[in-house]
């Protein structure tokens, strides 16, 4: 039988707070593949990772970090600052190309650039495998037509369902404090915003349409 495949965790530039909660999150990953954008490298090895990879055009990278890579022996690749897709991107890329089982993307969220924090959630829409945004206070995932997610919930949680390409259609919940059953979330509405946890399980699913669920953990 062949070996599960590992997750992947890719480090962006966005300030990531190695919180109790997030630490937590990442070292319930086996041995996974690490890809680092950039100032990601950074807060890869903040976090007590060495990557396996560095990739960007290291236009954001301290001295100091890459003395450190350097003696750590990490693979570096450069790319131009004048490219057609972010170091972001680039190292989710490579991050697939070793077939991991899911990825999860930290330093994607936050910091002061709005377009580069909507542009990396639309990341998700391409990825054809499990993926998760994390930072310290926030998950997202986007949710696919005739599938479902469930998640073991945490005391506080803050849980929206925002449609993200339309109208998402046939929207069932489970273990939520106001259910849908069947319902349709239209894009541009709030409907689905600041839901909360009613049971230790929750799940979601939809027939029909890209369904962005997120949670927020405001005292972690």
Not at 53 to 79: F, K, M, N, Q, Y
Not at 85 to 107: E, I, K, Y
Not at 188 to 193: A, I, K, Q, W, Y
């Amino acid at each position: 039988m062949l070996a599960a495949r590992p997750a992947a965790i890719v480090f962006a530039a966005a300030p990531a707070e190695p919180t109790a909660r997030l630490r937590a999150r990442l070292a319930a990953l086996e041995k996974p593949y690490i890809v680092a954008a950039d100032r990601g490298a950074a807060t890869a090895l903040a976090f007590g990772y060495r990557p396996d990879l560095v990739i960007g055009d290291l236009d954001s990278v301290e001295a100091a970090t890459l003395t450190e890579l350097r003696r750590l022996g990490t693979p570096i690749e450069v790319h131009p600052r004048d490219k057609d897709a972010t170091d972001g991107q680039l190292a989710v890329a490579r991050a697939l190309d070793v077939r991991p089982s899911q990825l999860v993307l930290l330093g994607f969220l936050g910091g002061t650039r709005l377009d580069q924090a909507l542009a990396n959630v639309l990341l998700l829409v391409g990825l054809g495998l499990p993926a998760v945004l994390l930072d310290a206070h926030n998950e997202c995932l986007l949710v696919r037509s005739g599938t479902e997610h469930t998640w073991r919930t945490e005391p506080a949680e803050v849980v929206s369902l925002l449609p993200l390409n339309g109208d998402v259609e046939g929207v069932h919940t489970r273990g939520l404090r106001w259910p849908l059953i069947g319902d349709q979330l239209r894009l541009g509405d709030t409907r689905g915003v600041s839901n909360e946890p009613a049971a230790d399980e929750a799940s979601v699913s939809i027939t029909g349409g890209l369904l962005l669920v997120t949670r927020h953990f405001p005292t972690q």
